[in-house]
Nanobody, 125 residues
Framework: VQLQASGGGLVQTGGSLRLSCAAS????????VGWFRQAPGKEREFVSE????????YYADSVKGRFTISRDNAKNTIYLQMNSLKPEDTAVYYCAADIKSVFGGSNSTLHYDYWGQGTLVTVSS
């Protein structure tokens, strides 16, 4: 599985961005996909995850109500819509595939099998 994250950039506080994660190499629909982020000097942390069907989603408390994860299996792409961005959202964002699970439910980096290269999101105050 190859994952390509894109859509990062510089945005002001309160702004929005939509990240995309394009999957290839294996039919994207049969595994859960998560988004993680890593700020400078900090550990990589869970942001959100979506099941294979898109019917189940999970969010970290810090982004709940502001971020929305979705997927289009026909396009093999997973999205992360980020609204009301804050400076503390600044990080490199990674998408990752959990090919052992169709329903998802893990917020641990150790559980994911394949990772994209990351896309930088910078929120200015």
């Amino acid at each position: 599985v190859q994952l390509q994250a894109s859509g990062g950039g510089l945005v002001q506080t309160g702004g929005s961005l939509r990240l995309s994660c394009a999957a290839s190499g294996r039919t994207a629909s049969y595994y859960a996909v998560g988004w993680f982020r890593q700020a400078p000097g900090k550990e990589r942390e869970f942001v959100s995850e979506i099941s294979w069907s898109g019917g189940t989603t999970y969010y970290a408390d810090s982004v709940k109500g502001r971020f929305t994860i979705s997927r289009d299996n026909a396009k093999n792409t997973i999205y992360l819509q980020m609204n009301s961005l804050k400076p503390e959202d600044t990080a490199v964002y990674y998408c990752a595939a959990d090919i052992k699970s169709v329903f998802g439910g893990s917020n641990s980096t150790l559980h994911y099998d394949y990772w994209g290269q990351g896309t930088l999101v910078t929120v200015s105050s």
